[in-house]
């Protein structure tokens, strides 16, 4: 079962910041927390994964609060091309680590 | 690097056929793939983890015997689904993991499209 919410859908402005808020409040001490996005029709494809400490790379930026229950990620410039079905999972140590898939935020970027 | 391929991209099959699937890790050695269904609208779902060398593991409500899976190299597992018929078409995508401990990533394959006619 999913451990996380996070809201059905959202919309962004082209060339504006995205912010995907997740909530994870049952999350333990050493899982950690990943982000995947679909495009349609696509494989999920790997954005970024952190543990505690916000994390950055070329595509996106993982804020995680200081007591691990929310965590927020930022896609800097939003363009068309990020529009996609974005997942936030925790993997989850009841689960055997496996990624569990829930529905995820819908994310459209208006030009 | 981590790139996962499959093969077919989409297959149209005949009810009652055999279907195989591979899935190859290009870059990486993966002891461990896993396989899941996504059908129109709904999220993905787990259906096995492939283990090279060693059965798979199903998880509940899988057939195993419908959904025959073999890891005989560290960078190809394969999905055979058994006498398809219509309800089996879906979306089906692999995974393999890279890395080790509780910060292995999984990178997925592009899916297969498999309608059952």
């Known amino acids: 079962d999913a451990k996380t919410t996070q809201p059905p859908s959202m919309d962004c402005a082209e060339g504006r910041a995205a912010n995907l808020p997740c909530n994870h409040s049952t999350i333990s001490g050493n899982e950690y927390v990943y982000w995947y996005r679909q495009i349609h029709s696509q494989g999920p494809q790997y954005i970024i994964h952190g543990l505690k400490n916000n994390e950055t790379n070329e595509m996106a930026s993982l804020i995680i609060t200081e007591d691990r229950k929310s965590s927020t990620l930022i896609l800097p410039h939003a363009t068309l091309r990020d529009t996609a079905v974005y997942y936030c999972i925790v993997r989850d140590r009841s689960n055997d680590y496996k990624l569990s898939f829930g529905a995820g935020t819908t994310v459209t970027v208006r030009a | ?117």
Not at chain 2, 6 to 21: A, L, N
Not at chain 2, 35 to 40: K, T
Not at chain 2, 49 to 75: C, P, R
Not at chain 2, 99 to 112: E, H, I, R, V
């Open chain 2, 1 to 117: 690097g981590a790139v996962v391929s499959q093969h077919p991209s989409r297959v149209i099959c005949k009810s009652g056929t055999s279907v195989k699937i591979e899935c190859r890790s290009l870059d990486f050695q993966a002891t461990t793939m896993f396989w899941y269904r996504q059908f129109p609208k709904q999220s993905l779902m787990l259906m096995a983890t492939s283990n090279e060398g060693s059965k798979a593991t199903y998880e509940q409500g899988v057939e195993k015997d419908k959904f025959l899976i073999n890891h005989a190299s560290l960078t190809l597992s394969t999905l055979t689904v058994t006498s398809a018929h219509p309800e089996d078409s879906s979306f089906y995508i692999c995974s393999a993991s890279v890395g080790s401990g509780l910060a292995k990533t999984q990178y997925f394959g592009p899916g297969t499209r498999l309608l059952v006619l």
